[in-house]
């Protein structure tokens, strides 16, 4: 039987009380502040249910084997638990107590004159703090922006490209800005279109070219490590970005700067999350076999160790390739590499571009894998699960869930099902121009096809002709 809600709201209240769990807020603590709470008869299972953190997540924060360090956990420990405002002042937040995932963009940015808002502050205070941000207030924030430069990728690939190779003026403050931008422009990917976030990138990537341009590099100076590291990890998200508006070319371009900027940063990571956004390239025409290379390189570039995250992701998506392979036994091979990671990782305070693999990101891979593996029964739970929990502002990683949730309902024939979710996940690819994945939603066309005759299935076919040629005439 579950405890009644003001026994538990006791108990809170006798934590929160001691002077030791005071003492692990002001050290921001989180494996003390879990320990104590524990001790006090909240359990693990209730600290996850009311903070949205996953159970094994406080675990490991417990045991020692993950440190938080980002805002945004202390800001769903303190939000999900209702903490009171000395505490939350503890923790460096503000006394405010307002949910977390309702604070507003422009309460992120408080004390800013109005007229300089623009993404790129906006990327920097979320890399900053990790404040969770709006959808409604970006697109706001997006239009008051206004057209802003113009696009100009190649001439900031050459000079990047260029810039690798020496080193400038640069010093803590500007560095430290410029590292903020970089992980923030990895919160707000999910939640602005892909035109924007590649605008925004290139302008970023000017200004870090600028910076690492002067002198030949020297394997001794932190500063540029850090903002050759910098310049990487935005590479990446340009790539992905590009690939996403469906310029392959410059999407490689950028992967393969990011791979430079890996390997004088001694970064192997970057290396193999650049292999991994690129296997989705063939992956998208079919070419399974040629993304399975780039992710078994991209497996010899990581480490378990250094972010668990990271190999959680590319194992899933080696599985993933092995799985469309028909190479059964090596999917699960990787799954169970997958499982293992994940299971010991925190996305959240891993690399930027793993803040994205939570729960359900994860196991959208694992119907995806089941799938093709033939265990349809797993892959139908599994995908259910999902669309039952799924909230309707996760962005192109809805699109990527609801396409998989759709491909289980029609191996199971339940197609009207599979119709209408595939026709929600449509509006998402046009909202977020996501054209990664319309290649996936494609393929779901053609396998309700020969089922045109039902209302459901018709609208969605319909619906994927219009898509596909908004996007066949968009300028890109």
């Given at each position: 039987?579950?405890?009644?809600?003001?026994?538990?709201?006791?108990?809170?209240?006798?934590?929160?009380?001691?002077?030791?769990?005071?003492?692990?807020?002001?050290?921001?603590?989180?494996?003390?502040?879990?320990?104590?709470?524990?001790?006090?008869?909240?359990?693990?299972?209730?600290?996850?249910?009311r903070t949205g953190l996953a159970q094994s997540t406080l675990s490991n924060y417990r045991r020692g084997v993950n440190t938080a360090q980002f805002t945004t956990t202390f800001e769903k420990l303190a939000d999900g638990l209702d903490m009171p405002p000395r505490l939350r002042q503890a923790l460096g937040l503000t006394a405010d107590v307002t949910p977390a995932g309702s604070r507003s963009a422009a309460g992120a940015l408080a004390g800013l004159p109005a007229d300089t808002f623009d993404l790129q502050l906006l990327a920097e205070a979320a890399g900053r703090n990790g404040t969770a941000v709006r959808r409604r207030d970006l697109l706001a924030l997006a239009a008051q922006l206004g057209a802003g430069a113009a696009l100009d990728q190649s001439g900031v690939l050459e000079r990047l490209a260029a810039a690798l190779t020496r080193a400038g003026t640069r010093n803590e403050a500007v560095i430290q800005e410029l590292e903020a931008r970089s992980a923030g422009f990895h919160l707000l990917e999910d939640l602005i279109p892909a035109q924007g976030v590649l605008k925004l990138l290139t302008l970023h990537l000017r200004e870090v070219s600028t910076l690492l341009s002067g002198r030949a590099s020297d394997p001794h100076d932190e500063l540029r490590r850090r903002l050759v590291v910098a310049a990487g990890e935005s590479s990446l998200l340009a790539g992905w970005s590009a690939s996403a508006l469906g310029d392959s070319a410059?999407?490689?371009?950028?992967?393969?700067?990011?791979?430079?900027?890996?390997?004088?940063?001694?970064?192997?990571?970057?290396?193999?999350?650049?292999?991994?956004?690129?296997?989705?390239?063939?992956?998208?025409?079919?070419?399974?076999?040629?993304?399975?290379?780039?992710?078994?390189?991209?497996?010899?570039?990581?480490s378990d160790q250094t972010s668990p995250a990271t190999t959680a992701w590319v194992a899933a998506r080696h599985a993933e390739e092995s799985a469309l392979l028909g190479d059964k036994a090596e999917a699960l091979k990787s799954w169970r590499r997958a499982e293992e990671a994940f299971s010991i990782a925190d996305p959240d305070e891993d690399r930027p571009w793993t803040w994205f693999l939570n729960r359900d990101r994860f196991d959208t891979f694992r119907v995806a894998i089941c799938l093709?593996?033939?265990?349809?029964?797993?892959?139908?739970?599994?995908?259910?699960?999902?669309?039952?929990?799924?909230?309707?502002?996760?962005?192109?990683?809805?699109?990527?869930?609801?396409?998989?949730?759709?491909?289980?309902?029609?191996?199971?024939?339940?197609?009207?099902?599979?119709?209408?979710?595939?026709?929600s996940g449509l509006a998402i690819v046009r909202e977020t121009e996501f054209t990664t994945w319309l290649p996936k939603y494609e393929d779901l066309a053609r396998g309700l096809v020969r089922l045109q005759r039902q209302p459901q299935v018709r609208a969605y076919l319909e619906d994927f002709a219009i898509t596909k040629r908004q996007f066949a005439q968009s300028p890109r």
């Open positions: 039987m579950a405890e009644p809600e003001h026994v538990l709201r006791e108990k809170l209240a006798a934590v929160f009380a001691r002077p030791d769990f005071c003492d692990a807020c002001l050290r921001r603590d989180a494996g003390a502040m879990i320990t104590i709470l524990t001790a006090g008869g909240v359990t693990q299972g209730q600290i996850a249910a410059s999407a490689r371009s950028f992967y393969g700067t990011a791979i430079k900027a890996a390997g004088e940063a001694r970064d192997p990571a970057i290396t193999a999350c650049a292999l991994t956004y690129r296997s989705y390239i063939p992956s998208a025409k079919g070419a399974n076999g040629r993304a399975r290379v780039f992710l078994t390189e991209a497996l010899e570039n990581v093709k593996a033939g265990k349809f029964d797993e892959a139908q739970q599994v995908a259910a699960d999902l669309l039952a929990r799924l909230s309707p502002a996760e962005g192109k990683r809805a699109a990527v869930i609801r396409e998989s949730i759709a491909g289980a309902h029609l191996a199971r024939g339940s197609v009207t099902e599979a119709a209408q979710v595939a026709q």
